[in-house]
């Protein structure tokens, strides 16, 4: 039997007087007025620890608090029953299967294709078709710098030119870099190409005035003054 007693100070006592029961220290644990202790959760992404305040307090096992597709609630006249009960992730399950596009073209771009994420190139109805696609056009009417930098598909025409040094792209592809040039009527004028690029027919001499077609495709260049030719 348990009693509680009010002593003649005005405070309660607790007594006891069944002999089975027993208040060890560590159950009556504490002085008067001696913090219990507490536990101060942290998350780190969806993992909850706790941190007891007092370094004698037992430990507590970390926990995962994880939350799945299917445990929200997500509802959609479009959806099954099961899609329904199966919240966010059954309507993921529907659009996924049953409607990968929505729009009016769908059936156009559901055929088109890329080698991967950073590919430049695209294909329609698989690798045999690909699109080439439209060159960019960099337009100068007086280029003073003495080195062109080419990108893969460029279209270049450059006037007032007197030096000039032209790279092929360090990656080149099948598509074509076209460039057209017209030379400075007075003044020191030169085409040179670097040692990595071939040609088909021979490396022509440029005068002033001249206007010149130049075609680089994979490192292999060929040129033609405009005028001249069958």
Do not use: C
């Amino acid at each position: 039997m348990i009693e509680f007693q009010k002593n003649g100070a005005g405070m309660i006592e607790f007594q006891k007087n069944d002999a089975s029961l027993s208040f060890s220290e560590a159950l009556l644990k504490g002085k008067d007025g001696e913090d219990g202790g507490y536990y101060k959760p942290s998350i780190n992404n969806n993992l909850i620890s706790w941190q007891p305040s007092k370094t004698d307090m037992p430990q507590v096992d970390d926990f995962a608090l994880t939350l799945r597709a299917e445990d929200v609630t997500y509802t959609h006249s479009g959806l099954t029953q099961t899609q329904q009960e199966e919240g966010v992730k059954g309507a993921l399950d529907y659009l996924l299967e049953y409607t990968p596009h929505t729009h009016y073209n769908r059936l156009a771009l559901d055929k088109l294709s890329t080698d991967n994420a950073n590919s430049a190139n695209l294909y329609i109805n698989g690798r045999a078709n690909k699109i080439a696609l439209e060159p960019k056009i960099y337009n100068y009417a007086s280029y003073t710098s003495e080195i062109l930098n080419l990108t893969n598909n460029g279209y270049y025409v450059l006037r007032q030119v007197h030096k000039l040094t032209i790279n092929p792209p360090s990656t080149p592809t099948v598509a074509a870099n076209t460039i057209w040039i017209t030379f400075a009527d007075e003044g020191d004028i030169e085409l040179a190409f670097p040692t990595t690029v071939k040609y088909i027919g021979k490396i022509p001499t440029v005068k002033n005035g001249e206007t010149w077609e130049v075609t680089i495709i994979n490192k292999v260049v060929s040129i033609q003054k405009v005028g001249e030719g069958a």
